[in-house]
């Protein structure tokens, strides 16, 4: 006899008091909603195997946090978009590889003026191209695009009338089209995933804790997922998820429409750690798997058992005899596309646990488990700069706005800011007691003259920084015993290029840590040579940065964070989803920010004062 499934409903609670509050330099967040979302109960196929033996060590199938993404598909206004035109990557950064000659890397430069990229509005300063440009198996079949700009593709299949085995079962709102209707088109739609749940909430309405759907899966749960911005309108949305089992599902919830990709695992087994849209593509999307591969997938198109191909080293290196820094078993620039995947690139035989775009459309951060923050110019498929942590694996990472820093959280409960500019760690941010899960810089509260962002991690605490570079300065006696260039001039008092740069500065070494040693963090068959291996930066020499907030925000360890125009939004692993009103703000909007410019008047130019 089969066993009932027996379904609760989430719980939205709103606390009151001076716990349910914290104070910063601009004014007191309050706690406006307590979401507790419904955990699914297992599915009667994945009934618990009881080992007797108390001593077993057999592994647990891989799970993950409460993660969200928000979309608002008619949004009040954007996050400031004049940072992205405050810096842009020295022209000779933009398309040199690091393997190359100096000579080639100088005729090179003068290449790099692309014309402006039409995908994407939201990277107004970026020249990038679009990801696979040139290549012609990867152009849109004419005539099929050209009928109907507006109307975007769905998936062919209705997710509530599936009889596949990988689908449980849908539960959509039985006045969903009328709560479509009704809503405001402003507020925030959240897609969070629990256990082996999926729910799409509306966060602007007074009913949010029904969900407007809940897809439930047999029996993998999904890991994470990553909402389209090039694409959505009132109508459409674009959704991936990646899973514990591999697959990925395309879904698209206004028409309750799905695709199911890697099926199977055809074209890779292990699990879907981190999954993101190709900035400015309406097809392509960049997915993580743990066994240390990045997989460009097409949507449109169907999978085929993969084998790596013979030339894509070729393609990449210009035909180079020296081994691969970042092994292409396919490129990009392969012509053939006909099938999934569009693109792979081994990076490590460690899993990797996250990935960010650049604000400029052109390189990729990966973090992973052997600890190395990893620098990818993803539209030339080639590694550009790898940087070790002080100890453990890496598991969080995002740019800051301008795409001058890089933050990353890991197992060594640091924060560490990178400097893309100048190559090197600026600043490691001490405050948590455990590993640190989710990083995120606030654009709202960035400018081109300081930075704030937050942190959570497992010891269930939320943390708040605020940085310029005029104030972090390096420890006393720093410098004694090691001297660097400076970084505009030489010793003979000529303007030093990044590369030059980079071979005065960088070593081959990097830190081993209990979990692994250098030679078995990277891809089989790679080679690291010493121009982007940076040495790890001891603390003596590094800049420490205090928190000026650190608020134990739930009972559960956190694992999702997230700046909104009008609040602060937090998720926990049991399910919570708190969300925290700014000074000043009813949630919707910001009129907090007179007081916030105010209060950062006297900083120091970020880039004016590198550290040395």
């Not at 997922?225 to 998820?241: A, F, G, M, R």
């Not at 970042?326 to 392969?334: D, G, P, R």
Request: glycine content about 8%; some cysteine; charged content about 20%.
């Amino acid at each position: 006899m089969p066993v009932p499934v027996v379904e609760t409903n989430n719980i939205l609670k709103h606390p009151e008091g001076p716990e349910f509050q914290f104070q910063v330099g601009e004014g007191t967040y309050v706690l406006r909603d307590d979401l507790h979302l419904a955990t699914p109960p297992p599915h009667p196929s994945e009934a618990p195997v009881q080992n007797p033996n108390p001593l077993s060590t057999t592994p647990a199938p891989p799970t993950a946090g409460v993660k969200f993404s928000l979309v608002s598909v008619l949004p009040r206004k954007l996050p400031p978009q004049a940072l992205y035109k405050t810096y842009s990557y020295p022209s000779d950064k933009q398309t040199y590889s690091i393997k190359e000659t100096e000579s080639r890397h100088s005729a090179e430069g003068s290449d790099s003026g692309n014309p402006p990229s039409t995908l994407n509005g939201s990277t107004p300063s970026s020249s990038a191209p679009a990801f696979g440009e040139g290549n012609i198996a990867l152009s849109p079949v004419v005539g099929k695009e050209g009928k109907d700009v507006l109307k975007r593709r769905k998936p062919k299949t209705n997710i509530v009338k599936s009889n596949s085995s990988f689908v449980s079962r849908v539960i959509p709102h039985e006045n969903l089209q009328r709560r479509l209707t009704e809503r405001d088109q402003h507020g925030l739609f959240a897609f969070v995933n629990i256990n082996r749940a999926l729910q799409w909430l509306d966060l602007s309405s007074n009913t949010q804790q029904e969900p407007l759907a809940k897809i439930l899966f047999t029996k993998a749960h999904m890991l994470c997922h990553d909402i389209n911005e090039y694409t959505k309108n009132p109508s459409h949305i674009d959704l991936v998820l990646g899973s514990s089992a591999g697959d990925i599902i395309w879904y698209e919830p206004m028409s309750q429409k799905y695709a199911r990709l890697n099926k199977n695992g055809v074209v890779n087994s292990s699990p879907v750690s981190h999954i993101q849209w190709i900035p400015g593509s309406e097809n392509l999307f960049l997915a993580s798997h743990m066994d240390g591969t990045l997989i460009v997938y097409d949507k449109e198109k169907e999978d085929a058992p993969f084998l790596a191909e013979e030339n894509g080293h070729d393609e990449v290196n210009g035909g180079s005899s020296d081994k691969p820094f970042l092994n292409v078993t396919k490129s990009v620039n392969s012509k053939n596309q006909k099938s999934n995947p569009v693109a792979c690139w081994k990076i490590s035989n460690q899993p990797i646990n996250n990935f960010a775009f650049s604000p400029d459309s052109r390189h990729l951060a990966v973090v992973s488990e052997d600890g190395c923050l990893r620098i990818v110019d993803y539209l030339t498929e080639k590694l550009t700069d790898v940087y070790p942590s002080y100890y453990g694996g890496l598991i969080c990472v995002c740019w800051s706005p301008d795409g001058k820093y890089i933050a990353t959280g890991g197992q060594d409960d640091l924060v560490s800011i990178w400097s893309l500019a100048d190559r090197q760690l600026v600043a490691r941010c001490q405050g948590h007691h455990s590993w640190v899960t989710a990083v995120a810089f606030d654009p709202w509260r960035c400018d081109e003259r300081n930075y704030r962002f937050g942190s959570v991690g497992d010891d269930c605490k939320l943390l708040l920084w605020d940085f310029s570079v005029g104030m972090l300065h390096r420890p006393k006696g720093a410098s004694a015993g090691r001297s660097r260039p400076s970084i505009s001039t030489t010793a003979g008092g000529t303007v030093a290029s990044p590369l030059q740069r980079l071979r005065t500065e960088s070593t081959t070494r990097i830190r081993s840590n209990s979990k692994n040693s250098a030679s078995g963090s990277l891809a089989d068959g790679a080679e690291i040579e010493p121009e982007i291996v940076h040495a790890v930066e001891p603390r003596a020499r590094t800049a420490q940065l205090p928190p000026v907030l650190s608020k134990e925000v739930d009972e559960h360890p956190l694992s999702g964070l997230a700046f909104e125009e009008g609040e602060v939004i937090v998720s926990c692993c049991e399910g919570h989803v708190r969300r925290w009103r700014r000074p000043g703000s009813d949630g919707g909007g910001d009129e907090g920010g007179e007081e916030r410019e105010a209060e950062k008047g006297g900083g120091v130019d970020v880039g004016a004062t590198p550290i040395g």
